[in-house]
């Protein structure tokens, strides 16, 4: 597995690995079934977990730090973990969730964070949204103290505006920008991207198979348990994934070129965008697993990677990416 510097001397695995999915949002998890998919990534030499305390209300969290301590201090250190506060979520089961980034939530949540994941100190610590009503300066200072502290050892901002990034930045350095990014998700490109370039800042794209979509396997509404995020978002019900296929038919070809799977072609695109990116897909199955880290061994042709850098100027994707509820502190 190659490598890759964030920024501030965190290097990790080129590919990352998202957990959120062995806790919740994709259907029923198994948690034995989860822990085998967590030491896949020891003979990968994915080094880079990503997690939050939103996942599960903190089962993800409890999840990694059991995998965690099963393992010698050699592999232990191999790992680099990433986690999240900063949206509360409401305590019954609804979807519904408030933002909070004043400082004494910001540390009781990194506590919480240390004592569920069960390490000393936590290598990335992201603010998972933007409060419109803190301050990102008061929010970024909370978490140069932490620094200071020795509780955290990078701080990333999720999900934040090219102007919002600035200002944070300008308190104490940004290592990550995590932020949705895709072949079907291009969002970032117009102002946060160049801005990310121009400060050096790494770039961690969530969802960078497009929920599973990029691979080719999600093709009708119906494949979706009850329970699976994807079921009732506007991205995947059935007219809008019988339009927006069209991104594959591009896709399959230059796949069956470089004789790999529409999925890794996808990340080898993202891989292209900028050498500080790495994208964390997620997956409950190690042989996807196996397959999302080999996408950091393709290399695309230049003509490739600027075909695909135009797709979004002629197929324009159905369907907004999150519910009302869900954009809630998005780009602040």
Not at 135 to 146: H, K
């Amino acid at each position: 597995m190659k490598t890759r510097t964030l920024s501030q001397n965190l290097t990790v695995s080129a590919v990352g690995y998202g957990a959120m999915g062995l806790s919740e949002f994709y259907g029923q998890t198994d948690d034995n079934a989860s822990l085998q998919v967590l030491h896949s990534l020891i003979d990968l030499n994915v080094t880079f977990i990503d997690t939050a305390n939103l996942y599960g209300r903190g089962h993800n969290e409890r999840l990694i730090g059991h995998f965690l301590a099963g393992l010698d201090k050699s592999t232990r250190e191999q790992f680099k973990i990433a986690t999240k506060c900063g949206i509360d979520r409401s305590p019954d089961e609804s979807y519904a969730r408030t933002i909070n980034n004043t400082p004494d939530y910001i540390i009781r949540c990194c506590n919480e964070s240390l004592k569920r994941l069960g390490v000393e100190r936590i290598d990335l610590f992201y603010l998972h949204r933007l409060s419109n009503v803190t301050p990102v300066e008061e929010s970024m200072d909370c978490l140069r103290t932490l620094v200071k502290e020795g509780k955290i050892n990078h701080i990333g901002l999720c999900e934040v505006s090219a102007a919002t990034l600035q200002r944070a930045h300008a308190v104490h350095p940004v290592t990550a920008l995590q932020t949705e990014y895709s072949l079907w998700t291009r969002d970032i490109e117009e102002s946060i991207l160049p801005t990310v370039k121009e400060l050096g800042i790494g770039l961690v794209p969530y969802s960078p198979l497009g929920r599973g979509f990029l691979t080719g396997k999600y093709l009708n509404n119906s494949e979706f348990a009850e329970g699976d995020f994807r079921k009732n978002n506007e991205r995947f019900v059935q007219s809008s994934l019988d339009h927006n296929r069209q991104l594959l038919d591009v896709i399959h070809p230059l796949a069956a070129k470089f004789g790999c799977t529409a999925g890794q072609i996808a990340l080898a695109w993202l891989l292209a965008q900028y050498d500080r990116l790495v994208p964390i897909p997620g997956t409950k199955h190690a042989g996807y697993l196996a397959e999302n880290a080999r996408a950091a061994d393709i290399v695309l042709e230049k003509s490739d990677i600027e075909s695909l850098n135009n797709l979004h100027r002629r197929i324009e994707i159905k369907g907004d990416r999150y519910s009302a509820e869900g954009m809630k502190g998005v780009n602040a």
